[in-house]
């Protein structure tokens, strides 16, 4: 037996195989209360350059502040047809585009409402692990009192609150370099 270094795996790019079944730009659903926006973006090197085999996935709680998951135990309405969960694959120039309702509040490590977001896992080739971030929305009041807001320094806390464009919202993630998305330790 030898024991050789083998090496190592990647997150990508097998997109293709085995993920694209769960692909859904379009979290909303017929009768789902709250706001409709489309946020749109791209995926960026340091350099400003694309990646185009990059995947998303995101996941928020409904426009109540409560998530469609079994370990939310909050007292507040869960509504058929909206997961808030949505798997958007990157095109030939590495955007993004999808449609949601935007979500409410939920609570905090410690009991107080969290600024409205959508947790955002980026994959591309070439990363050993995902990379974690979330989006906020513009001009939302609770931005300034959000625990994770507060924990960055304001000088980078823009790369995660979206900004208005035409109807929608634009939110692009930087993976690396001087202006490079926030990322979470998961």
Request: aromatic residues 8%; proline residues 9%; charged residues 25%.
């Amino acid at each position: 037996m030898s024991l050789v270094k083998t090496t190592s795996q990647t997150v990508g790019p097998y997109f293709a195989i085995g993920l694209t079944w769960l692909n859904k730009s379009d979290l909303t659903a017929p009768g789902v209360s709250g706001k409709k926006v489309t946020i749109e973006g791209r995926l960026l090197d340091a350099d400003g350059k694309p990646i185009p085999d990059g995947l998303i996935e995101v996941w928020q709680a409904n426009s109540h502040g409560k998530y469609a998951h079994p370990e939310d135990k909050q007292d507040k309405p869960l509504e058929k047809g909206f997961q808030g969960f949505g798997r958007i694959p990157m095109d030939g120039n590495g955007c993004f585009r999808f449609t949601t309702i935007q979500p409410g509040p939920v609570p905090g490590p410690d009991g107080k409402p969290q600024a409205p977001h959508i947790l955002v896992s980026v994959f591309a080739r070439g990363m050993l692990d995902r990379l974690v971030t979330r989006i906020y929305f513009p001009d939302e009041p609770l931005n300034n009192s959000d625990f994770v807001l507060n924990l960055i320094e304001p000088a980078r806390r823009g790369t995660l609150i979206a900004r208005k464009k035409g109807e929608g919202l634009e939110w692009n993630i930087v993976v690396q370099g001087p202006e490079e998305t926030v990322f979470f330790n998961c």
